[in-house]
Structures are given as structure tokens and as C-alpha cells.
Antibody, heavy 120, light 107 residues
Framework: EVQLVESGGGLVQPGGSLRLSCAAS????????MSWVRQAPGKGLEWVAN????????NYVDSVRGRFTISRDNAKNSLYLQMNSLRVEDTAVYYC?????????????WGLGTLVTVSS | DIQMTQSPSTLSASVGDRVTITCRAS??????LAWYQQKPGKAPKLLIY???SLETGVPSRFSGSGSGTEFTLTISSLQPDDFATYYC?????????FGQGTKVEVK
């Protein structure tokens, strides 16, 4: 059974940093791109970043490029999102999701999400 | 970047109604479009992938169509469990883009 479990969310002041983690199990982690998707309170879904299976390619939405860094540790089946220079508008539930894996599907499995609140 | 325009933003319907949601891409995405259902406080759930392929376990009243820049999600006969928010997603490029969402509410 595929499982994605996020952790690391919490309350942080504007300008601060936070590192999110996602523990993956139940599938061959290295075969899949992985993504972070966020949802601000009462708003829609926004794709944030993704990373190729071997970590060689990374993509970011414009609003986080230069502040957030996506990474993975394939030995630990784990995905990370390092968030620096956080802004109030980064407040959201952050979901880890399984991205492209060579099939025709994407975002077929999601974690439960972890809440990040940026506030003074 | 590819922009996705989803309409309507809100749809009021009754049980048994046929419901149609549209998504338009700013450039051709071939058939690289997926549809998701989200209920309050829950993670999104994949319904349709590759524009028209039904995800395993999803009821057959859900269907998707389209290619290029115009796509449609249809619920043939709305059921009580279907009141939710629906999102389209383009995955033609590695920089993914969601539509703004359509909330299907009780009429």
C-alpha cells in the first residue's frame, strides 16, 4: 500500500525557515518524480515544486523559486522541502504527492498534508 | 508557463443532475490533463487521467473528454457524495498547473 506521510509543519515568523519532510513507502521511490502541492486557507491547489527520481531535475513555481529548495534522499525514501525567507502568503497546507512515474498518471497518491503558518 | 482556466467557479446542482465542468489550457497540452475531487479537510483524489481514463475505483458516472486546449469533466447523474470541489491539472510540462477549482454545491 502506497503511503506518503508529511511532517515538519508549524508556526514560523516572516523571514524564517522551515523544512518539510515526506516519508514514502509502498512503491519504488526512485522511479517517480515527486511533488509538493500547497493549499492556502480557503483557496485552491497550487503546485509548488517537483524533483526527478534521481534528483537531477527540479522545477519550481515562480513565487517560491530562489526561496524554496526541493530535495530527496532515495536511500531513506524521503522527500524534503527547505523553505527559507518565508512570507505570510506561504501559509498553507503542504501536500506531498507522487508525480510522474512512467505511467500515464500523475498525482495519484497524496499525503494528509502538513500545515505551515507564517505569522508574527 | 501553461495557464489553466476552469469554469464555472461554482455550480449549483441537485441529485440526479448531469454536471459539466470545463478546463481550458493556454496552449496545447495534448491529453495530459487530470481531474481531482477534493472534500473539505481532505487531500485531493484522482478521478481522471490522460484526459479520459478513469482511475481505478472511481464510479463510471464520472467521465472526461477533450484534447489540445479544451477539456470537460462530466458527472452523468450527480450523487450526494459528489458535492465537492473539482480541479483540473495539466501535466504536459514538468511545471504543473492546476485550474482554479469548481465547487459543486447543493441547489
Amino acid at each position: 500500500e502506497v503511503q506518503l506521510v508529511e511532517s515538519g509543519g508549524g508556526l514560523v515568523q516572516p523571514g524564517g525557515s522551515l523544512r518539510l519532510s515526506c516519508a514514502a513507502s509502498g512503491f519504488t521511490f526512485t522511479r517517480n518524480w515527486m511533488s509538493w502541492v500547497r493549499q492556502a486557507p480557503g483557496k485552491g491547489l497550487e503546485w509548488v515544486a517537483n524533483i526527478q527520481g534521481d534528483g537531477s531535475e527540479k522545477n519550481y513555481v515562480d513565487s517560491v523559486r530562489g526561496r524554496f529548495t526541493i530535495s530527496r534522499d532515495n536511500a531513506k525514501n524521503s522527500l524534503y522541502l527547505q523553505m527559507n525567507s518565508l512570507r505570510v502568503e506561504d501559509t498553507a497546507v503542504y501536500y506531498c504527492t507522487r508525480d510522474w512515474g512512467g505511467t500515464e498518471k500523475t498525482f495519484d497518491y497524496w499525503g494528509l498534508g502538513t500545515l505551515v503558518t507564517v505569522s508574527s | 508557463d501553461i495557464q489553466m482556466t476552469q469554469s464555472p467557479s461554482t455550480l449549483s446542482a441537485s441529485v440526479g443532475d448531469r454536471v459539466t465542468i470545463t478546463c481550458r489550457a493556454s496552449q496545447s497540452i495534448n491529453s495530459w490533463l487530470a481531474w481531482y475531487q477534493q472534500k473539505p479537510g481532505k487531500a485531493p483524489k484522482l478521478l481522471i487521467y490522460k484526459a479520459s481514463s478513469l482511475e481505478t475505483g472511481v464510479p463510471s458516472r464520472f467521465s472526461g473528454s477533450g484534447s489540445g486546449t479544451e477539456f470537460t469533466l462530466t458527472i452523468s447523474s450527480l450523487q450526494p457524495d459528489d458535492f465537492a470541489t473539482y480541479y483540473c491539472l495539466q501535466y504536459r510540462t514538468h511545471s504543473r498547473t492546476f485550474g482554479q477549482g469548481t465547487k459543486v454545491e447543493v441547489k
